[in-house]
C-alpha cells in the first residue's frame, strides 16, 4: 500500500526512491508490526480479562501450571492484526506469495480462533473436534499448495532442495509437489501449536525461525545473489521477506506480555497461525529441509508426542514422564524459565546450522 504511494510521490521528490528497497521495507515492517503489539497488548488483555477468555488447565498437566488457569488467552488475535498491517502497509501487493502467506497464515488462525472460543467462550472443554480441525486445515493447506503449483514460473519453484549438496534438486511433478506442500504446512502447524505449552516457549524460536527465513527469501529473490550461494533463484521471492519481517517484530511484541510470567497466551489461533505461515514460507523459498532444521525444537516436540502415543498403545509404557517434551524436564525438576531459555538456545544453535547451509554446499 505505501509502497504505491512511495512510487507516486518520487516525481516531485526523489528521496522517496529509498522506500523502494526491500531491506528498508522490511526493517520498517518489523518496527510497524512490533509497535502495534505493543500499543494494543494491553487493551486486547483487558479486554480478554473482563470477558474471562481465560487458560482453562487441564488435569492431565503438571501440578506447577494450576496458577496458570484464567491467563487471558487469544493473544494471538494480536500477532494476526500486526502481521496483517505491517504486511498490507509495506509489502509489493502485486506480489503474488504476499498474498498466498498471508492467506495460508489468516486461515489457520481462524480455525486456531473457532476452536479457542469452543473451549473459552462456549465452555466446550473438547474444542473444535479433531477430525474437523485436521479437515480445515487440510482444506487450506492444499489450497496453498495447488495455487503454489499452478503460478510457478519454473521448475525451481518445485523440485525439493536438499542443504549442503549443490546440484541435488527432486522434481516432484505435480502430485508430489501438492502431496509434499500439504504435509510441510500442516505439519509445521501443529508442530508449533504442541510446543506452545510454556510461558514463551513457541513464540521465541518462530521469531528466530522467521528471521533466517527472511535471509533465504532475500537471496533466494536475488538472482546475483541465488547464482554466487547457489540456491535457486524464485523471482519474486524477496518480497515474503517482507511478510516474515512482521512475524518478527509481531512475536517479539507479543513477547513483551507472553514472557514467564505471562500475562498472555496464544492459544490455538496464534499457535497454528504461526506454524503455518512458517511452512508456507519454506516452500515458496525451497528450504523445507531446512526448516526442519531450524524448527529442530518443533520437531522434537512433535516426535516426544508420537513416540509416547506409540509406546503406550504397543508396550503399555511411557518413554517421557509427559509429552510434548518439555513437561517432562518440567516433572524432572527443571523450573519453567530454564526449560524455556534452554530450548531457546537449542532453537538459536539450530538457526545458525540453518544458515550455515547457504554456503557450506
Known sequence: MLLELFDWLTQYYGGFRVFGYLTLRAILAALTALSIALLVGPWMIRVLAERQIGQVVRDYGPDTHLGKSGTPTMGGALILVAIAAGTLL????????????LAVTLAYGLIGFYDDYLKLIVKNPRGLAARWKYFWQSVAGLAAAIALWQTAAGPAETALYVPF???????LGAVGFVVFTYFVIVGSSNAVNLTDGLDGLAIMPCVMVAGALGVFAYATGHV????YLQIPYVPGAGEVMIFV????????GFLWFNTYPAQVFMGDIGA?????????VAVIVRQEIVLAIMGGIFVLETVSVILQVASFRLRGKRIFRMAPIHHHYELKGWAEPKVIVRFWIISFMLVLVGLATLKLR
Do not use: C, Q, Y
Not at 245 to 252: C, E, F, K, P, R
Open 272 to 280: 497454528l497461525a504461526l506454524g503455518a505461515a512458517l511452512g508456507v
Open 224 to 227: 546475483n545473489f541465488a547464482a
Open 245 to 252: 519481517s512482521t512475524i518478527v517484530g509481531a512475536g517479539l
Open 90 to 101: 509495506w509489502a509489493d501487493l502485486g506480489n503474488r506469495f504476499v498474498w498466498i502467506a
Open 165 to 171: 549438496f549443490k546440484e541435488v534438486a527432486l522434481p
